[in-house]
């Protein structure tokens, strides 16, 4: 087993509660699904938000989900960067995996598909969501 990082973002609708929660949520369990991660071997988990989201805190959502309560989470603001991509969520996912570092799939989703096209596997879906 080696500890590995998964890089995942998305952006959110509205600066609001319920649309900060769901786009956490959706990023959250399609990176747990596209690397069969299972959360007792969830070491941690990175939380970041653009200074335009401060209407809830992402990690909120992610605490309410069956077995994350007791995955450590930290929650941050991001540096603001003039030009950098707005109203985005980012969690980085350190996890215990036997799994090479190039195998780990790194989710990218909405408007965030921009930042790492090299990773982001495009698909209808989140091209819908954009």
């Given at each position: ?86 109203m985005c969520i980012r969690i980085l996912l ?6 090479r570092q190039a195998d780990m799939r790194h ?24």
């Open positions: 087993m080696a500890v590995r990082g998964i890089r995942g973002a998305i952006t959110v609708t509205a600066n609001d509660t319920a649309a900060i929660h769901e786009a956490t949520t959706e990023l959250l369990l399609e990176m747990v699904a596209a690397n069969g991660v299972v959360t007792e071997e969830v070491a941690g988990c990175f939380i970041t938000a653009t200074p335009d989201l401060n209407a809830a805190f992402p990690a909120v959502a992610i605490r309410q989900l069956e077995g994350w309560p007791l995955v450590p989470l930290m929650c941050a603001q991001e540096m603001e960067v003039p030009g950098s991509l707005p350190i996890v215990n995996t036997p799994e989710v990218y989703l909405r408007g965030a598909v921009v930042l790492r096209p090299d990773l982001a596997e495009p698909n209808e879906d989140s091209e819908n969501r954009a």
